[in-house]
């Protein structure tokens, strides 16, 4: 659908990746593209995991590990915690009227609280108070 086109766009800019000349074989910067594409379609889960993933792409978690390794230079939590943080922080700039808690259930995270530090560790700010200075601007 256009939503996870866009989604997939969106995770392209956060994450650049070389392009397909830089990989090897060529075929790694279509299953990057394939990857980018899973997880801005189903981040929302908060079963999502690697061996989803994978299993999804017909390749093995290793793989899949060595892949995002290899060309994300990070590993999948990371790619995906950062994935529902980003889609987090533009929830709270525009959705005035959904809860902390609604935003962290939106964006795959089963535990709330876990939602609000791990958004603290990321922005630096708490969810409250980016909500608070995005409405500002």
Known sequence: ??????AAQSLKSMFPLPTTSDLEPPAE??????????????????????RAVAT????????????LNRHAGMRFR??????????????LMTANCTTIKEVAFKVGFADSDY???????YTGCCATDYRGNSALQ
Do not use: C, I
Not at 1 to 6: C, D, G, P, T
Not at 56 to 67: C, E
């Open 1 to 6: 659908s256009a939503e996870v086109w866009l």
């Open 29 to 50: 910067a279509f299953l990057m593209d394939r990857v980018m594409k899973v997880v801005a379609a189903h981040y929302q889960d908060p079963t999502l995991n690697l």
């Open 115 to 121: 939602f609000s530090r791990a958004f603290k560790r």
């Open 78 to 91: 990371q790619l995906l915690q950062q994935t529902r943080l980003e889609a987090a922080k533009q929830l």
């Open 56 to 67: 999804r792409l017909n390749l093995s978690s290793g793989q899949l590990s060595r892949l």
